[in-house]
């Protein structure tokens, strides 16, 4: 495995993680899918973040990708759906988002130093 195929590999996580927040936002704004715009704008991100989620899984191991998935879509649906939505957040709750993207970065630098191992002598 290539630093790039690395980079790619990411790149493609952070599209899943995207793709998870639009697709958690409209299964919200869908009303129980009797909304047919927010209904199908579900579909497609779903289908969105199961493939890009699964291109990133054939470089970054599965429990890696998965939680780094998962962490994007829960503090970017908490934060966009404060937004959007106008759900409340309260400073607890900032508090463990933070958190969650503290986890997220540090998985990241523990699979760069696991590539860099991986390419020395």
Avoid at 63 to 76: H, L, M
Avoid at 80 to 109: E, H, M, P
Wanted: with cysteine.
């Amino acid at each position: 495995m290539t630093s790039t195929d690395n980079q790619r590999a990411w790149i493609m996580l952070l599209l899943a993680g995207v793709c998870e927040i639009g697709y958690a936002l409209s299964v919200g704004g869908s009303k129980a899918f009797t909304l047919w715009s927010w209904s199908l704008s579900a579909v497609v991100f779903f289908l969105l973040t199961l493939y890009s989620l699964s291109v990133a899984l054939k470089t970054i191991d599965v429990g890696i990708g998965y939680a780094v998935w998962a962490g994007i879509g829960a503090v970017g649906a908490a934060v966009f759906g404060s937004v959007l939505f106008g759900q409340s957040l309260a400073l607890s709750q900032v508090f463990w988002l933070a958190l969650i993207i503290a986890g997220v970065v540090w998985l990241k630098l523990a699979d760069s130093e696991k590539l860099q191992a991986r390419s020395s002598p």
